[in-house]
Nanobody, 125 residues
Framework: QLQLVQSGGGLVQPGGSLRLSCAAS????????IGWFRQAPGKAREGVAW???????????SVKGRFTISRDNAGNTGYGVGYLQMNNLKPEDTAVYYC???????????????WGQGTQVTVSS
């Protein structure tokens, strides 16, 4: 089954760091834009960052300078992995985070081809 499998996330104190991973299964991520989105309770899903197949990146203003998106087009399985390194986390970063992959471009509009299962990130003291 073609899918994205997420790992990482959890509970962290304000100012802490977490890294999220997003591994492709049965398709090659190198041809896809990878996007990260998040959804807090009662709020719409919002784009956090994306990285194109050529390595161009873009970030939401709320995470610039704190989050870094990257990719490894091989990974352990050869299908590729996307990452979101999150530093200096704030309580307002608390949300379910989703990775996504799109072959035609992506961006911050959540109309991607494939989606991960989501992972909870909670920033609290």
């Amino acid at each position: 089954q073609l899918q994205l499998v997420q790992s990482g996330g959890g509970l962290v104190q304000p100012g802490g760091s977490l890294r999220l991973s997003c591994a492709a299964s049965l398709f090659y991520l190198e041809d896809y834009t990878i996007g990260w989105f998040r959804q807090a309770p009662g709020k719409a899903r919002e784009g956090v960052a994306w990285i194109s197949s050529s390595g161009d990146t873009n970030y939401a203003d709320s995470v610039k300078g704190r989050f870094t998106i990257s990719r490894d087009n091989a990974g352990n399985t050869g299908y590729g992995v996307g990452y979101l390194q999150m530093n200096n986390l704030k309580p307002e970063d608390t949300a379910v985070y989703y990775c996504a992959a799109d072959q035609l471009g992506g961006g911050f509009t959540p109309d991607y081809d494939y989606w991960g299962q989501g992972t909870q990130v909670t920033v609290s003291s």
